[in-house]
């Protein structure tokens, strides 16, 4: 849409507070008393439901989900009436940028407006829930679909588990089970994932977490599907959502990348993550045995997060190993380049830094570049090194300043303090540049600033 382009992505943000000073003076909802027509067209960037639904839908794709609301404003403000479409696409697009406060800030819009949420949005709530992890939330929204006769579906229960699952809420999470029983329902992979995240969540920990995490993966293998209408899923692909991104899955991210997953490991994919963020190389290896035996290969993700795992419990060795087994014989992403990277890294033992050095070498001669949240989580991670010469911090700095890159600002302050502590001329130009560069930076954004 030309309009969308020229007024709304080009010039980088909406005219929300104008478009609200004006309509202050004059007392309505329009800008039409304050501003010219023609100045009004040349700013408008949408005139009817239609072009905003086009608007929103493009914010949520390219996952710019601070500008919904001004969006929405703006719909407001030129008199257009949002309908059920508009408010489904902005409750996915909040679901998408984990903002639940803007969530339940449309679903009161909407409700205002006369339009009662259906069960699919419920489902987008739920699952925002659990992405901000407030199953308190989510048990609200239960008992409000139950207060306004809205049917649950086999989706909304997976949602419901698994937005549980996130703060480890085990006892709820069996409850959410039994219901689905009672209900006549099978549990899926889903569920199944589920029950791994919410074991691995609890605190305090369980010491029979590893043994649960083996025997969920061991009794999915029977799973059944969840008795749905054939077209429960239909609103889900129109919206673009995948299934993992929908119940929270750790391969949430890489759901639409071709070839990074195979989709039947799901239940592997959930188990051997769980592995890596407990730090149990036992239950790994466990894991490991019973997918050789089914004759599976292994995907990116999968090595990806056994090398973190490896890492993690100091067994540098057995992480290079299934590296070079993978890269051999498959297409390597970026990604688990800088996994092995990142990991080697933790300890800053020199037989660590060095693989971590060689894997960057590799990333560069294979023509791989980081992109700033690659770059800003290296150099953050290298830039800890206390003794040695700083050689991956450096050399990590020059990969992004190659290509033009600018890393967050902790990981900026934490490499000028690394430089700091070293013996460097304050004429040293590496460090002027660092230095210029996080001048600029706390300029822009103030010092002490958090970061997602």
């Not at 339009?115 to 409000?144: H, R, W």
């Not at 809205?150 to 996130?166: F, M, P, R």
Request: charged share 25%.
């Amino acid at each position: 849409m030309g309009l969308l382009k020229n007024s709304l992505l080009l010039q980088g943000q909406l005219r929300h507070a104008t478009a609200q000073a004006a309509a202050a003076a004059a007392g309505v909802g329009r800008r039409g008393v304050a501003t010219s027509t023609e100045e009004y067209m040349r700013r408008n960037y949408a005139n009817n439901v239609s072009e905003y639904n086009t608007v929103i839908g493009s914010l949520v794709q390219q996952r710019r989900p601070y500008l919904l609301r001004d969006a929405y404003d703006d719909m407001l403000l030129d008199g257009v009436q949002p309908v059920r479409d508009t408010f489904h696409n902005l409750i996915v697009g909040t679901m998408k940028g984990s903002r639940l406060q803007d969530a339940f800030y449309f679903r009161d819009q909407m409700r205002e407006m006369g339009l009662q949420p259906d069960v699919n949005l419920y489902n987008f709530l739920i699952s925002t829930c659990g992405k901000c992890k407030n199953s308190d939330a989510a048990i609200l929204l239960l008992e409000e679909m139950k207060a306004h006769g809205v049917k649950l579906k086999g989706e909304t229960y997976i949602c419901l588990l698994n937005a549980l699952a996130a703060t480890g809420r085990t006892d709820q999470v069996y409850a959410i089970v039994r219901d689905m029983t009672a209900a006549g329902l099978g549990l899926n992979k889903f569920c199944y994932a589920g029950l791994i995240t919410a074991f691995k969540n609890k605190t305090p920990a369980s010491e029979d977490t590893p043994a649960k995490i083996l025997e969920f993966v061991q009794q999915s293998k029977g799973w059944q599907y969840v008795e749905r209408v054939a077209n429960d899923s239909a609103e889900n692909i129109m919206m673009n959502v995948s299934e993992e991104e929908l119940y929270n899955l750790p391969t949430a991210e890489f759901a639409h990348r071709r070839g990074f997953i195979f989709k039947q490991l799901t239940i592997y994919h959930v188990a051997i993550h769980a592995c890596a963020d407990l730090g149990s190389k036992e239950t790994l290896e466990a894991l490991l045995d019973m997918f050789t035996k089914e004759n599976f290969n292994y995907d990116a993700f999968i090595v990806m997060q056994a090398v973190r795992c490896y890492l993690r419990c100091g067994d540098i060795d057995s992480a290079v190993k299934m590296f070079e087994e993978f890269s051999s014989s498959k297409p390597t992403p970026a990604e688990l380049y800088v996994t092995l990277a990142e990991g080697a890294m933790i300890g800053y033992t020199p037989r660590g830094m060095e693989v971590a050095q060689a894997t960057l070498e590799k990333m560069t001669e294979r023509k791989f570049f980081l992109n700033p949240k690659m770059g800003t989580d290296l150099l953050l991670a290298a830039s800890g090194e206390k003794t040695g010469g700083y050689t991956t911090a450096n050399y990590i700095w020059d990969m992004l300043q190659t290509r033009n890159i600018i890393p967050a600002l902790p990981a900026v302050e934490a490499y000028y303090k690394g430089l700091k502590e070293r013996e460097i001329p304050s004429d040293d130009p590496r460090l002027v540049n660092v230095a210029r560069v996080l001048d600029n930076l706390q300029l822009r954004l103030g010092p002490r600033r958090n970061f997602q």
